[in-house]
């Protein structure tokens, strides 16, 4: 059991009316028990949440649950605005695959007593960590899902250099290359061929796309490997977190991923098995 919530962020998917009217409705239904509410500065106009309008610190600040209303993005969004502070997600569904959501619709106003009571159990998932040295670009970022490393244009290209912990494993030509968290291997990892991964686990899951080389494998490291890449070839290549692109690195810009020592934390009302998820979105018979 959780206490109570004082303070609780609405994160309503910019264009979806849907996601709006969700979160007018659990706005009013917060205020309306003493609960304070705040709503990203920049979503709050389009959701007509204006006067719960916050910058992205007060948004942290003493916040108790975080609620996404919208579709698997939105989560990464809402994952991007609260980490690394230790405030439990919950997600309502108003997308398509939504692996990440706890709720749909439907069910919004049956569990919002209970999360705001704090009668939900918290489950952690590994976030990447994705330190970046180059000239233009230089700091270190945060993925609930996977960073990209990918090509510019079309028909060219990209040359990585990769080590892994602090020794030399291969040169890769391919269109670029994924490295993802367990919950992100049923993501672009997934598409671009790569295992998936219980989001149990803490590893990290580096997935080659398209190679042009005999070695196309996945590879799947343990939580505390770090892997290391270099551009090389004269090659700018594009990198991309969570669907946020960063920047472009150049040849010589290095790359490193390695599991953070902070997990993301999601609520969860009910119990919830991964494998019967991942059945039910893939709709794969008993037999």
């Known amino acids: ?45 389009p959701a007509g949440l204006h006067e719960f309008a916050v910058g992205d610190d007060a948004l942290v600040a003493g916040l108790d649950l975080a609620m996404s209303f919208g579709g698997d993005g939105t989560m990464l969004h809402t994952v991007h605005l609260v980490y690394p502070a230790p405030v439990p997600i919950v997600g309502v569904n108003v997308g398509q695959l939504a692996y990440l959501s706890e709720l749909e619709p439907p069910e919004l106003m049956e569990w919002l007593p209970k999360l705001v009571a704090g009668d939900f159990t918290v489950s952690e998932r590994m976030v990447l960590a994705v330190e970046v040295t180059s000239d233009l670009l230089r700091g270190t970022w945060y993925a609930l899902n996977e960073a990209v490393l990918e090509k510019e244009r079309a028909g060219h290209l990209i040359y990585l250099e990769v080590s892994i912990n602090g020794s030399g494993f291969t040169s890769y030509a391919a269109d670029g290359m994924i490295v993802a968290t367990p919950t992100g291997s049923t993501a672009y990892s997934f598409s671009a061929r790569g295992p998936i991964a219980s989001p149990a686990l803490r590893c990290v899951v580096m997935t080659p796309i398209s190679p042009h080389m005999l070695f196309d494998r996945s590879l799947v490291l343990a939580e505390h490997e770090e892997v290391d890449f270099v551009v090389s070839a004269g090659r700018t290549v594009q990198l991309t977190i969570d669907g946020r692109e960063l920047g472009a690195l150049a040849s010589g810009d290095r790359v490193r991923c390695t599991a953070a020592p902070e997990p993301v934390r999601f609520a969860s009302v009910r119990p919830r098995d991964f494998h019967q998820i991942l059945k039910s979105k893939f709709s794969l018979p008993d037999r």
């Open 1 to 45: 059991m959780n206490a109570p919530a004082r303070a609780v962020a609405l994160v309503p998917h910019r264009d979806r009316p849907h996601a709006h009217d969700l979160a007018r409705t659990t706005a009013d239904w917060l205020v309306e028990r003493g609960i304070e509410v705040r709503v990203p500065h920049d979503l709050a106009e």
